[in-house]
C-alpha cells in the first residue's frame, strides 16, 4: 500500500535527489487499466505540482515550484509523470500520464535561455538544453484511455524533461560538455524565453 493517496501532502523530504540510482534507471510500465493505487499516486503527484505553485502552501511547507514531477522522483519505479503549467501563451495545461511515449517530433528545436530545473537537483546548471520545439506523444490519462498529444513550445519542453526522467535522462545530459552554453548545428533552433 502506498503512502501517496489523497490524504498525503508531498513534500521535499519525499523528492529523491540527484545521486540516488533509481534516477537513473528506466523506469517500468504501469498496467493498463492503471490500479487505483497508480492513479492515487499520480493525483498525490499533480497535488504537489499545485501546490508548489501556491505561495501560502508553499511558504507553509517550504516546497520548491515545480512544473512536472516523475514517480521516479518520489522513489516509485514507474513509467508515469504529473504536470501542471501555464504555457507561454497563458494556456493551462494539466496532465497524468502513464506509459507515455513520444511518437513523433519536428526537427525544429527550442531552449530555454535560463536553462532548465529540476526538483531532484539541488543546485543550478548552466547551459541550454536543446529540445524539440513540437512533440507528439501517446499515452493513458488518468482515466485509463489512450489519447494522443500534440505539444509545442514549453509544454513540448516539460513533457520532453518528464520522459527523460523515465528513462533514467537527466535534463543536464543534452547539454554540451564542452561549452554548456554551444547550440547543436546544422538545425533551426530558438529560445523559447
Request: charged share 25%.
Amino acid at each position: 500500500m502506498s503512502k501517496f493517496n489523497e490524504e498525503y501532502i508531498i513534500t521535499m523530504k519525499d523528492i529523491v535527489r540527484e545521486g540516488d540510482p533509481i534516477l537513473r534507471q528506466v523506469t517500468e510500465d504501469v498496467s493498463v487499466p492503471p490500479t487505483s493505487e497508480d492513479l492515487d499516486t499520480l493525483k498525490c503527484m499533480l497535488q504537489f505540482l499545485k501546490n508548489s505553485q501556491n505561495p501560502e502552501i508553499a511558504a507553509k511547507y517550504k516546497l520548491r515550484s515545480g512544473v512536472g514531477l516523475s514517480a521516479n522522483q518520489i522513489g516509485i519505479n514507474k513509467k508515469m509523470f504529473a504536470a501542471y503549467f501555464h504555457d507561454e501563451k497563458g494556456n493551462l495545461h494539466e496532465y497524468g500520464l502513464m506509459n507515455p511515449k513520444i511518437i513523433s517530433h519536428s526537427v525544429s528545436m527550442i531552449y530555454i535561455t535560463n536553462g532548465e530545473g529540476c526538483l531532484s537537483v539541488d543546485r543550478d546548471v548552466p547551459g541550454y538544453v536543446p529540445r524539440y520545439e513540437r512533440i507528439k506523444v501517446k499515452a493513458i490519462d488518468m482515466t485509463g484511455k489512450e489519447v494522443s498529444l500534440k505539444l509545442s513550445g514549453f509544454a513540448a519542453i516539460v513533457a520532453q524533461h518528464e520522459i527523460d526522467h523515465l528513462n533514467g535522462i537527466m535534463f543536464y545530459d543534452h547539454i554540451n560538455k564542452q561549452n554548456p552554453f554551444k547550440l547543436p548545428e546544422n538545425v533551426e533552433i530558438n529560445s523559447l524565453f
